[in-house]
């Protein structure tokens, strides 16, 4: 299916575990984004990334690894989990000379 | 101070009632202005793109620019209830598709 895509879901993982959350486009887009979204904040930015091989910190990266080996997938890694990591993440993409971005459905992770 | 605000709501309109949406911002440097809608547990879609100043009009949406007040709004006309959803304003300093600003959100109800 052409578009973007996030897996899982849903998510319940416990404190101090290592969790992947995957990200996937099929549109070829350069730039891809990774961004949390939780009450009282809106979405902030964690990581983007321009191209493959090239990524970037946003506003709230630490705790946070990313990849972008392949131009279409863009997974993030949580390290070691952290209850204040619970939230709703977004992955996004967009093309090179275009300001909107394409958001995926969401992975809503919970950290007990 | 956050960089950009805007009141989370929720705002509660009647069916057919005009919706004013609202953001001010604090960086000077943003040229680009956009409006996304979200639907409970979906992903941000674009719905309203302006670039500097101005108004811009699409079927019962209008988007419109001060820059010199540093503010941005978004009207709906004729609102329907399948306009309930949180409306989030986002900004960038340039098209490169990246480094997006977003609001908090605004929760909007139209009650039929």
């Known amino acids: 299916d052409a578009g973007i895509t996030q897996s899982p879901r849903y998510k319940i993982t416990e404190t101090g575990r290592q969790v992947t959350l995957m990200c996937h486009q099929t549109w070829s887009h350069s730039y891809m984004f990774w961004y949390r979204q939780d009450l009282g904040h809106g979405l902030r930015l964690i990581y983007y990334s321009a191209a493959a091989d090239i990524t970037d910190k946003g506003e709230v990266p630490d705790g946070y690894v990313v990849s972008r080996s392949k131009t279409e997938n863009f997974p993030l890694t949580l390290e070691s989990a952290t209850r204040s990591q619970t939230s709703v993440y977004f992955c996004?993409?967009?093309?090179?000379?275009?300001?909107?971005?394409?958001f995926g459905q969401g992975t809503r992770l919970t950290v007990v | 101070q956050k960089e950009v605000e805007q009141d989370p709501g929720p705002l509660s309109v009647p069916e057919g009632a005009i919706v004013s949406l609202n953001c001010t911002y604090s960086n000077s440097a943003f040229q680009y202005f956009m409006w996304y809608r979200q639907y409970s547990r979906k992903g941000p879609e674009l719905l309203m793109y302006t670039y500097s100043s101005g108004n811009k009009e699409d079927g019962r949406f209008t988007a419109q620019v001060d820059k010199s007040s540093k503010y941005i709004s978004l009207f709906i006309r004729d609102s329907q209830p399948s306009d309930s959803a949180t409306y989030l304003c986002a900004m960038s300093e340039d098209n490169a598709g990246n480094m997006l600003t977003f609001g908090g959100g605004t929760r909007l109800m139209v009650k039929p």
């Open positions: 996004a993409s967009s093309g090179q000379l275009n300001t909107e971005a394409f």
